[in-house]
């Protein structure tokens, strides 16, 4: 088993990074195709996790200032879910903040998720917002 982490290269994995952003982040909330992409993708380092050569996770990690990034839409195939893929891909962004000269990696994380990030010892520092109107969200942060 060979897993990998890096930037999508080809217009066929570019696709399938969006595509994975959309299926676990977008769609389940009724949000239109589209609505996966902001205009941080510019900008932004993007990981995707692949295992002998198939996409199981992505994230995107912004430079929020001099020492601090911030991870976004981390996600995870449905059916790799629970294999540890989400650990990896959040190791790569932290140690990709690192090489940057980050400080402090900070997070708005979805209601069911603030306890994957506390396992990864990140903190919980307050409610943030709610995504749609619908799913809150929480500040998390963590030091490097």
């Known amino acids: 088993m060979e897993i990998i982490v890096r930037t999508p290269s080809t217009e066929n994995e570019w696709k399938a990074y969006y595509d994975l952003r959309y299926r676990i982040l977008r769609e389940p909330l009724n949000q239109p195709l589209g609505s996966e992409r902001n205009e941080g993708d510019l900008t ?26 911030q ?7 449905v059916i790799s879910q629970g294999s540890g893929y989400g650990r990896k891909i959040m190791e790569a962004t932290e140690r990709k903040a690192k090489e940057l000269n980050g400080e402090k990696m900070i997070l708005h994380a979805r209601d069911y998720a603030v306890d994957f990030y506390l396992k990864q010892d990140y903190t919980l520092i307050e409610p943030s917002y709610k995504l749609f109107e619908v799913l809150q969200h929480y500040l998390m942060e963590k030091m490097l």
Do not use: C, P
């Open 44 to 69: 932004g380092i993007h990981f995707a996790l692949y295992e002998n050569d198939m996409l199981k996770a992505i994230a995107r990690l912004d430079q929020h200032d001099n020492t601090t990034f």
């Open 71 to 77: 991870v976004r839409f981390v996600a995870v195939e």
